[in-house]
């Protein structure tokens, strides 16, 4: 078993001077193509708005600060996993709330010179959120702030400030992490989690009640920032991987490694491109083969840059054996030995 085991792992191993990164473009660029025509077959399949396909594959090598449909899933330790109600609680808590979701109508009335906000009972309710909590903490700097029934009267102690203090009312953050704006609550696997649409990891890791060892966002960016370099390299993967296999394509997780590994090697995401990995090559010619080519020429040539020719583009560019395969192995005559041969 032991040989066997052994004569597997041989096998598996790469040949030397194997064009890996070429395998990897052709492994993924293939199926990438298949993509394409399948990408929009997907419309109304699933309750959240979701990028798929080739959009979002284009957006995780591209490594976009913000996804365009940034997206959490989380989950909710042991106590709280169980049961609907307690995930809920957590959900509101998470869930982002200004005063203009809490109310029914927002207005200035210029007789008594204030701002009347008209709560919504139902919308309070449904928040979690008391009127007296509401009046502790709309504190606002030179206003006044009284309650009256099912209405809420700021009056600030300028006149002129009236207009400019509408729209601060309207956005005033009452409760909620930043950045979410919808959760909703669903069973998978037998434990309830939250599902949102917006981001903010760090934050909601602060929620108590969340699980922090298995809480994700599809921002590749936010993890680095939060969780580290090496979570952001299994972040970019499991979104690559997800991105394919939802379309049904089959591709070796090695080529999505390698891609990933690539975008993290520096410790900091950066994106495949002209302002990533292929702007920043050691090879002049290599880098003006992507995209911007006299620019890069230029600056080469101001800086007084040399080129080793060591990798496939530039020597593909100066007609050179390129240094892959056969073209690794460099041949050399030893003349001393000739001259000892000759001399006999």
């Not at 995401?269 to 990533?276: F, P, T």
């Not at 090559?281 to 040539?301: D, H, Y």
Request: glycine share 6%; proline share 3%.
């Amino acid at each position: 078993a032991i040989k066997a085991t052994v004569e597997h792992y041989k096998h598996a191993l790469m040949e030397p001077g194997e064009a890996v990164g070429i395998v990897t473009a052709q492994s993924i660029g293939e199926p990438g193509t298949q993509m394409t025509l399948r990408t929009f077959h997907y419309a109304g399949v699933r309750e959240q708005n979701v990028t798929l396909g080739l959009p979002r594959l284009i957006e995780i090598v591209d490594a976009r600060r913000i996804p365009s449909t940034p997206i959490m899933t989380i989950y909710l330790t042991e106590e709280h996993r169980k049961s609907r109600e307690a995930a809920v609680k957590i959900a509101r808590t998470i869930f982002y709330t200004t005063v203009e979701n809490l109310a029914e109508a927002i207005y200035e009335d210029p007789v008594h010179e204030e701002i009347i906000v008209e709560l919504n009972k139902t919308m309070m309710d449904d928040r979690e959120v008391a009127m007296q909590e509401l009046k502790d903490k709309l504190q606002i700097q030179n206003c006044t702030i009284k309650t009256r029934g099912n209405s809420v009267h700021i009056k600030p102690k300028k006149v002129e400030q009236l207009k400019k203090m509408l729209d601060k009312v309207t956005a005033f953050h009452v409760k909620g992490v930043a950045g979410i704006k919808r959760v909703l609550v669903m069973e998978e696997h037998g434990e309830w989690v939250i599902r949102t649409d917006g981001s903010n990891l760090p934050k909601v890791l602060e929620v108590h009640g969340v699980d922090t060892s298995r809480t994700t966002t599809n921002n590749v960016h936010e993890i680095a920032k939060t969780v580290g370099i090496e979570a952001a390299r299994n972040a970019l993967e499991y979104e690559a991987r997800g991105v394919l296999e939802d379309q049904g394509l089959d591709v070796d997780r090695r080529h999505v490694m390698l891609v990933s590994d690539m975008m993290t090697s520096t410790g900091e995401v950066q994106q495949i491109g002209r302002h990533g990995i292929s702007g920043k090559k050691s090879s002049v010619l290599a880098r003006a083969a992507f995209e911007i080519t006299v620019p890069n020429i230029v600056e080469a040539a101001v800086k007084g840059e040399s080129d080793p020719l060591e990798g496939v583009t530039e020597n593909v560019i100066v007609g050179q054996s390129i240094p892959i395969g056969t073209g690794l192995v460099e041949l050399f005559m030893s003349t001393f030995e000739q001259a000892k041969r000759e001399k006999k």
